[in-house]
């Protein structure tokens, strides 16, 4: 148990996926204009990677342990599909969940925090319950940046800034901030890396 | 996040293939202008000798690909395109993993899944979309490589000055005496936010200053 939580907490705050791995870059700087898009992101991401995870260690287990060179393929094959397939089962049982995470489904898919999920857990012979458990504490953990990172841009949104800075570049400065926040984390449980 | 180049013409027209190769590496460099492919970019960026070793794989990767694609254009068929594409870019990606590993261990293991990870980087699945499945071989070919390069460029400067500032080395050769004391911070992840924050920072400030000056160009000749 106490090994699970260290998995969950090291996978959320210590090595944050976005802020300490720079995985997941894109939706980070592109769809955190404003924060309710941000968590629906976030929840999508998580459910996403549950999937993942799930998807990895049976590959991982049944098949790749006879073919190890196909690994890369076949994860982006199968998480691809599986994604889709999972998208077109929610629409068709509850629309409501569908329109909530709408577009953003197909979409997290070629983010690269997904695989890097799915090559970590391999790297690291997680079992099926701690794959699941560090799927959802990196899940969680790029929720947590996605909506941080929009409430700050909502609000500098406001704020004076000059016009030469306005855009990426004070998104990247802010975010290297953010960062060097969670640097405060480091060595929490004893989970680095 | 928008493709750019579409700058103030050119005088003179030149050759196509040549204008597709040099246009990647700095007039739409994928990191500084189109900020594409920033995981990698951010991620691997803490020495410069990371930046070199990523940079010429993503290169590798990318130029085969856009030569496999731009041969399969007219066969691929439009619905399953991008699944063809990813395919295709994991397998010249796999490529590129087991000959880093057996050429140089020591980088593979510092870029670690980043190697990997190649296959999710978003500039190599966009050129094959915007360019390589649209144009013919020698096109497609130099766009690829000229995009690689400018990627190359940009990471190996984002390390270089990274680890000159964390390290007070360049690809691994101290460049100061005992005295110095490193600002460490610049190796470790935050690091990368703020000085490609800062790089671009100072593009732009160059950028404002150039148009001003041409204005004042432009009011003095009117």
């Known amino acids: 148990m106490g090994q699970l939580v260290g998995i969950f907490i090291g996978a959320m705050l210590v090595n944050n996926f976005t802020l300490a791995y720079f995985l997941g870059l894109c939706p980070f700087f592109g769809v955190t204009g404003r924060l309710v898009t941000a968590f629906r992101l976030g929840l999508a991401n998580i459910f996403v990677m549950l999937i993942t995870s799930l998807a990895a260690w049976l590959l991982e287990t049944f098949v790749l342990v006879h073919a190890p060179y196909l690994r890369l393929i076949a994860f982006i094959v199968v998480i691809a599909s599986t994604v889709q397939f999972v998208e077109m089962f929610i629409k068709k049982v509850s629309p409501a969940l569908f329109r909530a995470l709408g577009i953003f489904l197909p979409l997290i898919t070629t983010n690269c925090a997904i695989l890097a999920l799915a090559l970590f857990q391999t790297s690291r012979a997680y079992g099926l319950v701690q794959g699941l458990v560090f799927a959802f504490g990196a899940g969680c953990g790029l929720t947590l940046a996605l909506v941080l990172m929009a409430g700050l841009r909502e609000e500098a949104e406001l704020s004076d800034v000059p016009s030469l800075i306005r855009g990426t570049a004070m998104n990247l400065l802010v975010a290297g901030l953010l960062s060097l926040a969670f640097m405060g984390f480091a060595g929490l449980f004893g989970a680095s890396s | ?222």
């Open chain 2, 1 to 222: 996040m928008s493709a750019a180049g579409t700058g103030p013409g050119s005088g003179r027209e030149p050759s196509q293939l040549y204008a597709e190769l040099i246009k990647g590496v700095w007039k739409e460099n994928p990191i500084f202008v189109q900020v594409l492919g920033m995981c990698p970019a951010l991620a691997v960026t803490n020495t410069a000798l990371n930046g070199v070793a990523m940079g010429t794989a993503t290169l590798f990767v990318l130029a085969c690909s856009s030569l496999l694609i731009s041969l399969l254009r007219n066969l691929i068929p439009k619905q399953v395109r991008i699944s063809t594409f990813i395919i295709v870019i994991a397998t010249f990606v796999t490529v590129a993993d087991f000959t880093l590993q057996a050429v140089a261990p020591a980088v593979h293991r510092e870029l670690g899944a980043f190697i990997s990870l190649i296959v999710v980087n978003c500039l190599i699945l966009g050129r094959q979309e915007a360019f390589a499945s649209k144009h013919p071989v020698h096109l497609a070919v130099a766009d690829a490589i000229g995009m690689g390069a400018g990627f190359t460029l940009a990471l190996t400067s984002l390390g270089s000055l990274r680890e000159i500032l964390g390290k007070g080395s360049l690809f691994g050769f101290p460049l100061f005496g005992d005295s110095f004391q490193p600002w460490v911070i610049m190796i470790l992840p935050p690091g990368g936010f703020l000085m490609l924050g800062m790089m671009l920072l100072a593009f732009a400030w160059f950028k404002e200053k150039r148009q001003k000056a041409l204005l004042r160009l432009d009011e003095e000749a009117a």
